[in-house]
Structures are given as C-alpha cells and as structure tokens.
C-alpha cells in the first residue's frame, strides 16, 4: 500500500490555552492564511476550524484575573453553522493576536471579493440601529 505524504499546513501562529499562564493544558489553537484551528483532548481529539472569510466578528476579554496574568480570550463570531461562536482562551499576547486574526480575516475576504457579498447578505430589518421607516409588521390593509 503506497503512503500518501500530505503536506502539513502553515500556520502563521499558534499558543495553547494557558493555566495560570502556563501552557498546560491540552486546547491547542493555531492559524493558517485561511483558517482558525481548535484541538482539544489527550485520549479522544476534537478538532474545529473557521474559515477566515467567514467570520463576522472579534472581541476581547480580559477579567482582572487575566489581565494579571498576561492572557485573555480572543472571541470570534462567524458565519460558519457548525461553530458559529470560536473562544480562544486564556492565549498569550490577546490584544496582538486579535490584531493578526483581523488582519487575516481582512486578507482572506479580499482574496474572495467578500465585501459586496456581506453587505447584500445583511438584513436591514434585524439592525435595532436601521434608519429605514418601513416595518414590514405593518398591516397595509388598515
């Protein structure tokens, strides 16, 4: 049987979820120049990843406990409807690492042309800030 070398993805950062700043557990986060990877697990390994083209939002989170210890989560919102919400918690550096997510994310849709797209695909009507004056529960039969 011949073995099929598969060839490895680069990952442009990586860290894994820290305990009390420690590296010692085993969630292990990594990015590529189109994706967002989350493994978790020693004996049974669950692994998920986000398109970069597909995430719609990022946030930062740092309790006080975190901020003493240098770490923070980096929370990602997205598009993807197996995992619409991606935590990276407890990573080192999380102001750089959110800047370099965004930066990818950027990247990843101007390589797909995505910024027509994503403004066609929201719904003025879900936006609490819309400045339009038709509501669509109005009964026009009055």
Known sequence: MAKVKMDPIEKTWQDRKRVLGMPLSFTKYSLSDDRIFLERGILNLKSEEVLLYRVRDIDLKMNLGQRILGVGTVCIYSSDASCPHLDIVNVKNPREVKELIHK??????????????????????????SDSDFDPDDDLND
Not at 116 to 128: I, K, L, N
């Open 104 to 129: 990818a994310v950027e990247t990843a849709k101007d390589k797909r042309r995505m910024r027509t797209m994503e403004v066609m695909g929201d719904d003025p009507f879900d936006d609490p800030h």
